[in-house]
């Protein structure tokens, strides 16, 4: 059912369109924002908890929602880290609802019960889960499934939509019917990602002996199971190109002819207010400070690459360079009011 969150969002993500169609200036309707490096956890991909521990307080948060909204962003992703270890995170939900966006938060949902209340404000609720409780564990940490489970059967109780995402190595390539099946149970749907590598924000990569022709018959595999109906968040035009990706040791490549929509229809800013076009490009293109300067786009020229395998970009690259059928594809899997 179509609801007015959905129509904001349309007319956000249109304007932002045809900033990227025309070639205007940046008009992101997407922005994610990370709350904080700090994390409970250390994930053995994820290097976000061993970078600068400082974060926007509240009273530079409202500055930096401010000029979201004025941007013309409507989806404010928040993300981390792990958002829940601020403890003032409540007050950063209400800020950005007093704003009027349409708020996704991204949490291992550890410490969920401390902080039940907030999640009212929230729309979409991505978590992690890595395959079977082992391989979790193996990626995650002995500690990083408590409370998650039901955390998730909490926040389904209340109606609050739930995408869990699982990051796609090779030691839990066969846990698919456990995820899909741990899907039904707790009635969400799984977003699969690949492993993403040489960025700040994550450690580690691929082995460099992966055999990526078993990894595009994988993304193939999960392209068929979503079109028999199974609960995969991950739309089919991302399937696709993750099904056609030749080399996933390579996380972003510069491939001519290839436009990237970072920095014009969505974009992101690290816990101490600096944006850039994605979170693949901190630290490889220059910062905007929010708090000093105003986003004016990607410079031209500046970017490192054009087309890439990190999991957000992709979903978010597939709506500018397919809107129609990524749009519908999307709506079902993403862009969820509460049911
Ligand atoms: C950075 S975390 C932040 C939210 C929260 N702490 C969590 O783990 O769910 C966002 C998502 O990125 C995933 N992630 C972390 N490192 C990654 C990597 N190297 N490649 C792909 N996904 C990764 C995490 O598993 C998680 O689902
Ligand atoms: S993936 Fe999430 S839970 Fe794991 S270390 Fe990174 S921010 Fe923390």
Not at 72 to 96: N, S
Not at 149 to 167: G, H, K, T, Y
Not at 241 to 249: E, N, T
Not at 250 to 268: D, K, L, N, S, W
Request: charged content about 25%.
């Amino acid at each position: 059912m179509i609801g007015v969150d959905h129509l904001r969002l349309g007319w956000a993500f249109a304007r932002s369109l045809a900033s990227y169609e025309l070639g205007g200036s940046a008009r992101p309707f997407s922005a994610t924002f990370s709350v904080t490096n700090r994390c409970n956890l250390r994930c053995r991909y994820c290097n976000t908890p061993f970078l600068d521990p400082h974060h926007l307080n509240l009273d530079e948060i409202a500055v930096l929602f401010r000029k979201l909204k004025r941007l013309g962003v409507v989806r404010l992703g928040l993300a981390g880290g792990e958002p829940l270890v601020r403890e003032d995170l409540g007050d950063i939900v209400a800020l950005a609802k007093a704003q009027g966006f349409w708020i996704s938060l991204n949490s291992n949902l550890n410490l969920y019960r401390r902080a039940e209340a907030l999640f009212d404000d929230v729309s979409l609720v991505f978590t992690s889960l890595d395959g079977t409780a082992g391989h979790h564990r193996e990626s995650r940490g002995d500690k990083s499934l408590h409370g998650t489970l039901d955390a998730i059967r909490s926040l389904r109780a209340r109606r609050i939509p739930v995408v869990a995402i699982c990051v796609v190595d090779t030691h839990n390539l066969d846990d698919t019917d456990y995820l899909l099946a741990l899907a039904i149970e707790l009635d969400i749907r799984i977003h699969f990602q690949p492993r993403c590598s040489d960025t700040e924000i994550v450690r580690g990569a691929y082995a460099d002996d992966i055999d990526n022709a078993t990894l595009r018959a994988f993304w193939h595999g999960l392209r068929e199971r979503r079109a028999a109906g199974a609960r995969i968040a991950s739309t089919t035009l991302y399937l696709d190109h993750l099904g056609a990706w030749a080399d996933f040791r390579q996380a972003a490549i510069a491939a001519p002819r290839t436009r990237c929509a970072a920095g014009v229809g969505f974009f992101y800013i690290d816990p101490q207010g600096n944006a850039f076009p994605c979170a693949y490009t901190k630290g490889k293109v220059p910062a905007i400070n929010l708090l000093r300067d105003d986003w004016r786009g990607p410079r031209t020229g500046a970017a490192p690459c054009t087309d890439c395998a990190v999991g957000p970009m992709v979903e978010f690259n597939t709506l500018f360079r397919h809107p129609l059928r990524a749009v519908v594809d999307a709506a079902g899997s993403y862009a969820t009011v509460r049911r």
